[in-house]
Structure formats: C-alpha cells, structure tokens
C-alpha cells in the first residue's frame, strides 16, 4: 500500500523559513517523480514545484521561484521542499504527490490526475 506522510509544516512570521518533508513507503518497482502542491482557504490547490525521480530535473512555479528549493534524498523516497522567505500568501495546506510521470505531475491537479497524494501538512505565515 502506498503511502506519502507529509510533515515540517508549522507557523512562521513573514521572512522565516520552514522545511517540509514527504516521506513515501509502497513505491516499489516504479520510478515516480514526486511534487509539492498547495491549497488556501477557498482557492483550488495549485502546483508548487516538482522533481524528476534522478532529482536531475526541478520545476517551480513562478510564484514560489528564487525562494522554494525542492530536492529529494539520497533513498529516493523522501522529498523536501525548502521554503524562505516565506510570505503571508503562501499559507497554505501543502501537499506531497507522486506520479510516474514528471510532464504529468507538473500539471495543474484540476487539469491532471496524480497517482498518489499525501495528506497535507499546514503551513501559515503571520504578516
């Protein structure tokens, strides 16, 4: 059974750093790329960034860019997503997904369905 346990999510004040981690258990025999995704209240969750399953290939949302750093260890079935400069509109619920496929797990999740999903982790940034 596979299974993605986010956690690091907390709150911050404006400026601050957190580091979210997805650990992932029961992806076995697949080689999944793996992505952090976000949903405030009363918006639809958005994509945030992703790595390929080498960690060669990363992609940010513009709005994230030069401040979110994704990254995945060394076992592969881990990824972080470090975040600074953390601002009041990156609260958020931030959530893990797996996917076989990197051009399909950098989708907009309204528009792509993803192989797996996490549970979220609650990420708020105090102004």
């Known amino acids: 059974q596979v299974q993605l346990v986010e956690s690091g999510g907390g709150l911050v004040q404006t400026g601050g750093s957190l580091r979210l981690s997805c650990a992932a258990s029961?992806?076995?025999?697949?080689?999944?790329?793996m992505g952090w995704f976000r949903q405030a209240p009363g918006k639809e969750r958005e994509f945030v960034a992703a790595i390929s399953w080498t960690g060669g290939s990363t992609y940010y949302a513009d709005s994230v860019k030069g401040r979110f750093t994704i990254s995945r260890g060394n076992a592969k079935n881990t990824v972080y997503l470090q975040m600074n400069s953390l601002k009041p509109e990156d609260t958020a619920v931030y959530y893990c997904a797996a996917d076989r496929n990197f051009n399909t797990i950098v989708l907009p999740p309204t528009t792509s369905k993803k192989d797996y999903w996490g549970q979220g982790t609650q990420v708020t940034v105090s102004s």
């Open positions: 029961g992806l076995t025999s697949s080689r999944y790329a």
